[in-house]
């Protein structure tokens, strides 16, 4: 802890520094004086440029620290004009805060002043959900609610200039799932599964959310796109393509200085997503694991009392992954659900999971999870040894996204052991860090999910050494041609 002296030497020190050398003011309407916030982000543009009057027009351009309302705005643009009279205002303003304030400031200081992490960012991966979207199906029979083109209508700042090509650079493949969802039209007149404006919005936020630790913080990253440093995936389908559109407008703040390419790849060999349709093996297993989901004791029982407050019609192949599909797209979009449903929100969550554990678990088998990301666990394995080693085609690059699905998120989360028996919401992250100690060089890897650091069983810590790391993923790693020798060989499958 800092004394209290010494504390407030620092104070006047931050204070003189902020409001009148650099012509910023520490302080918000909304919230105490940040102070930890202000001196870290000061040390950091000191660090970097030798001049002050340099490091202070760099800290004047910093988006987080602008001003977070127009009073404050106008408060500063007059006390800027009288110049002396900003320091007295800034002062006045200093002392009048809370002891509560004071006390944490001094508890942070020794903090701030710390050396640096002893942990060097080396490579980022993220691997989302994309965001809100029509439902996949509507439910028949049950209160329908429009689902009207404006909905879908893109937001300005979410746009950039950008091309899907398929993992060469060549033109798209053809995209069958996409074309599947023309064959039906919601009421209202949009199709199913498409990108809405909100689910474009969650993922400029998440995108800015990554700007914020990679590009403004640690400045990791380029604060312009460059393909060089950042590669993009997506699953062959428009909505998780739009929504790597919008994640890397926010994460860049549409500053390109070349078109974005978007890589995909045909839906036989897709890796994104559990490939029943790739993967014949997986079919085999899958199928009759999903179709006696919804007959199993509990679940059966429940989706019956389901129905029948629905008022759905018996035996239609309504089940509760369906049911709240359809619930949290209206509820996202602000849209009615039958009342009926109220009761019964948390129990159609529940079961919904416990389906998609059922089809994903068998009898403690691993097979099914091995089938489902195998592969794409690999390719984030391959990824990280591909950094350490130096032999990475692309030497620059450094981040890593994955713009995939829901079905992807539960079982790469099975297969961490962090999954919570939650269904993972619209723009949902897994963010694989690769770390290098500074002093050893020993490399480490930090998993987070939806932004909160993650301890994998199987870890000594957070940061995990990367020995340990690939032991949690080694049960279900499977490189792309033992996953296509396994996914051919069905012999004997059917009786497993």
Avoid at 241 to 265: D, H
Wanted: contains cysteine.
């Amino acid at each position: 802890m800092v004394q209290a002296g010494k504390c407030s030497s620092l104070r006047t020190k931050i204070t003189f520094t902020l409001t009148v050398q650099c012509h910023v003011f520490p302080y918000s309407s909304r919230h105490d004086i940040d102070l930890k916030r202000w001196w870290r982000v000061w040390l950091n543009v000191k660090r970097t440029y030798n001049s002050p009057s340099a490091a202070c027009s760099q800290l004047r351009e910093v988006k987080d620290l602008r001003f977070r309302n127009s009073a404050m705005k106008k408060l500063w643009t007059k006390a800027s004009v009288l110049g002396s009279m900003s320091v007295a205002f800034g002062s006045m303003l200093w002392y009048q805060k809370k002891a509560e304030s004071d006390q944490l400031v001094c508890s942070h200081t020794s903090a701030d002043t710390n050396p640096p992490s002893p942990y060097e960012l080396k490579l980022v991966q993220v691997l989302f959900r994309h965001g809100a979207r029509t439902p996949l199906k509507s439910i028949p029979g049950v209160m329908e609610v429009q689902w009207v083109p404006t909905l879908l209508e893109p937001p300005a700042h979410t746009q950039i200039n950008y091309k899907v090509t398929d993992l060469h650079g060549g033109p798209r493949p053809p995209a069958p799932v996409e074309e599947s969802y023309r064959k039906n039209v919601l009421n209202g007149g949009t199709f199913p599964g498409q990108l809405t404006a909100v689910g474009m919005q969650q993922l400029y936020e998440l995108g800015k959310r990554l700007r914020r630790t990679y590009v403004e913080e640690t400045h990791f990253l380029s604060s312009t796109f460059s393909p060089a440093e950042v590669y993009v995936r997506s699953t062959n389908i428009l909505r998780t393509i739009e929504s790597a559109r919008c994640l890397v407008a926010g994460l860049f703040l549409q500053k390109q200085t070349e078109t974005v390419p978007i890589f995909t790849t045909d839906a036989g060999s897709e890796i994104l997503y559990p490939n029943y349709h790739g993967c014949q093996l997986l079919k085999i297993l899958a199928s009759p694991r999903w179709a006696e989901a919804s007959t199993l004791p509990d679940i059966a029982a429940d989706l019956q009392s389901v129905h029948s407050a629905l008022g759905i019609a018996p035996r239609l192949p309504v089940d509760f992954i369906l049911i709240r599909d359809d619930m949290v797209a209206r509820e996202t979009h602000g849209l009615p659900c039958p009342s009926a449903l109220g009761t019964w929100k948390s129990k159609v969550e529940q079961r919904a999971v416990d389906m998609m554990c059922h089809v994903y678990e068998h009898n403690g088998s691993m097979e099914n999870l091995q089938l489902c990301v195998g592969p794409l666990l690999h390719s984030l394995l391959t990824n990280i040894e591909g950094k350490l080693e130096g032999t990475s085609s692309e030497a620059d690059r450094k981040l890593f996204l994955y713009s995939a699905h829901d079905t992807t998120l539960i079982p790469c989360l099975m297969a961490l052991g962090i999954f919570d028996m939650k269904w993972p919401p619209f723009a949902a992250d897994i963010t694989v860090e690769l770390h290098q100690h500074r002093q050893t060089n020993k490399p480490f890897v930090k998993v987070s999910y939806v932004g909160q650091d993650q301890l994998l069983p199987g870890c000594s810590g957070v940061y995990c050494p990367l020995e340990q790391f690939k032991q949690v993923l080694s049960a279900y790693s499977l490189s792309s041609e033992v996953h296509r020798s396994r996914c051919n060989s069905t012999k004997g499958a059917a009786e497993s």
